[in-house]
């Protein structure tokens, strides 16, 4: 049987590339990859000792459904490869069984993609000071948790790991991918999360705001890559739990993150051990969002 906590896989056949906040990447070959998503959780751009279990696999499923479900509306990096394709000892097959994706590589966009449909998070505390989100302006008189008027795309830098990322202008995105692209980033953006929150509301999830990453294929087209609408890239709340004026309960990591802002911890590493409670409710947290989503 697979693991059930891997905070690290470990594969000797393949080269490692990168150990991301929740992700190793292993070369394939000058044209593939392969992805495992672990059980590591960040909060506060700092990576947990505490693995999430079964996390990378819900992760792997969640974002497998949905590029299976938006692929004819937007061209994804994953590719229809078995396991048996690129790893051969069976050993480390089954270390990563259920929770690895095999797929293009590809040149990714400097800028995380973020859609946002609601005032929460950051968003909310810089409507509160601004009144604008992003330097987008709002109405006036929104409340957290509101709905905005319609969806807004507020681009980001993407900082390494340790790092913040950094909101930016779309003039900023303008200046340095083009105009052309960085409409088409911003079209496609507010075009995938417009579709999914569609869906997810029937199911009884929130999509509050989401972010994606895309990379440029070999003739420039634009190409979905990372992961897809899952609670580490997502907030998803409850629909039957949402209540403007507050912040509400969560199916992804802010749970975590609420817990940690209750210690007298200064958000960075090392971060403060989870208890076994924790954990299991996060773990809960994310299998719900999926079984509602998916089934």
């Not at 990447?25 to 947990?48: K, M, N, P, Q």
């Not at 509306?73 to 095999?102: F, H, K, Y």
């Not at 209750?262 to 954990?279: H, M």
């Amino acid at each position: 049987m697979p693991p059930e906590r891997l905070y690290q896989s470990e594969l000797t056949g393949l080269p490692l590339l990168q150990r991301g906040k929740v992700r190793d990447v292993y070369a394939v070959d000058e044209e593939t990859l392969l992805v495992v998503t672990t059980d590591r959780l960040s909060a506060f751009d700092v990576v947990l000792s505490d693995p999430i279990p079964g996390k990378g696999a819900v992760l792997t499923r969640l974002s497998d459904f949905w590029f299976k479900r938006l692929g004819a509306r937007q061209p994804n990096q994953c590719l229809d490869l078995p396991l048996e394709a690129v790893i051969s000892d069976p050993a480390e097959r089954e270390q990563v069984a259920g929770r690895a994706m095999i797929v293009r590589r590809l040149a990714p966009l400097p800028f995380e993609a973020i859609a946002r449909g609601y005032l929460i998070g950051s968003g909310w505390k810089d409507y509160q000071a601004t009144g604008r989100l992003c330097g987008i302006t709002l109405p006036g008189g929104l409340r957290q948790a509101d709905p905005l008027p319609e969806p807004i795309f507020t681009p980001s830098t993407k900082a390494a790991a340790g790092d913040h990322d950094e909101n930016v202008a779309f003039d900023a995105v303008v200046d340095h991918l083009g105009r052309d692209l960085a409409e088409e980033l911003r079209r496609v953006t507010l075009m995938l999360y417009t579709e999914a929150a569609a869906y997810a509301r029937d199911r009884g999830i929130i999509i509050a705001d989401t972010k994606f990453e895309f990379g440029l294929d070999g003739a420039g087209r634009l190409v979905w890559i990372d992961e897809a609408l899952t609670p580490d890239s997502s907030r998803f709340w409850p629909a039957d739990a949402w209540q403007p004026g507050t912040s509400p309960p969560s199916f992804d990591k802010q749970f975590v993150r609420d817990y940690l802002e209750t210690l007298d911890w200064d958000k960075t590493a090392p971060a403060p051990a989870l208890p076994e409670a924790i954990i299991e409710q996060t773990a809960g947290r994310y299998r719900e969002a999926e079984t509602r989503l998916c089934h």
